[in-house]
T-cell receptor
Framework: TQLLEQSPQFLSIQEGENLTVYCNSSSVFSSLQWYRQEPGEGPVLLVTVVTGGEVKKLKRLTFQFGDARKDSSLHITAAQPGDTGLYLCAGVSGGTYKYIFGTGTRLKVLA | ETGVTQTPRHLVMGMTNKKSLKCEQHLGHNAMYWYKQSAKKPLELMFVYNFKEQTENNSVPSRFSPECPNSSHLFLHLHTLQPEDSALYLC????????????FGPGTRLTVT
């Protein structure tokens, strides 16, 4: 069974701090997505990474796909209260259409 | 309407009731999905439809019955549910199965009493 473990599970930080969220698996994925979900809403896609070692930046968010395509990280610089939410990673195995979702990281940024 | 819409947003039903959840996507996608999101558990894929054909049933109990009349609409018919079925039910779509991005609706918060 493919699993995506995210860490930390919960994170509460002050506005302006930096943070990193990790998404790890023993399985290889052909692509990996990061989503953010706010209370009462569905997940919203932030980014897709495809190539091992790939780094993508979205304003203050930096996403990296591991060289072996088994893990990924999300780094937020100078966090803001608007970054608060549940961050989910999801992987797609090559040749399948099954999306495996991670366990989630619940982030709270205090003003 | 844009994106993926779901109705109702909230639903309370008894264990003997029959109800249906509706999902509509306005993105021209060909694949649609039902997910279950429970507290403290990862998102669980329930059903996958590609060009109206069901391609995945992830061992979902028969009290959940999906229907996909066309590529834009997806229903989840509910019958004799259990309290442990209470969860957020999310619909998603993508251009086709296996493509990278999925677009989610806001979900239906279901409570079974």
């Amino acid at each position: 069974t493919q699993l995506l473990e995210q860490s930390p599970q919960f994170l509460s930080i002050q506005e302006g701090e930096n943070l990193t969220v990790y998404c790890n698996s023993s399985s290889v994925f052909s692509s990996l997505q990061w989503y953010r979900q706010e209370p009462g809403e569905g997940p919203v896609l932030l980014v897709t990474v495809v190539t091992g070692g790939e780094v993508k930046k979205l304003k203050r968010l930096t996403f990296q796909f591991g060289d072996a395509r088994k893990d990924s990280s999300l780094h937020i610089t100078a966090a803001q209260p608007g970054d608060t939410g549940l961050y989910l990673c999801a992987g797609v195995s090559g040749g399948t259409y099954k999306y495996i979702f991670g366990t989630g990281t619940r982030l709270k940024v205090l003003a | 309407e844009t994106g993926v819409t779901q109705t109702p947003r909230h639903l309370v039903m008894g264990m003997t009731n029959k109800k249906s959840l509706k999902c509509e996507q306005h993105l021209g996608h060909n694949a649609m999905y039902w997910y279950k999101q429970s507290a403290k558990k990862p998102l669980e894929l329930m059903f996958v439809y590609n060009f109206k054909e069901q391609t995945e049933n992830n061992s979902v109990p028969s009290r959940f019955s999906p229907e996909c009349p066309n590529s834009s609409h997806l229903f989840l018919h509910l019958h004799t549910l259990q309290p442990e079925d209470s969860a957020l039910y999310l619909c998603a779509s993508s251009p086709s199965v296996g493509t990278y991005e999925q677009y989610f609706g806001p979900g239906t918060r279901l409570t079974v009493t």
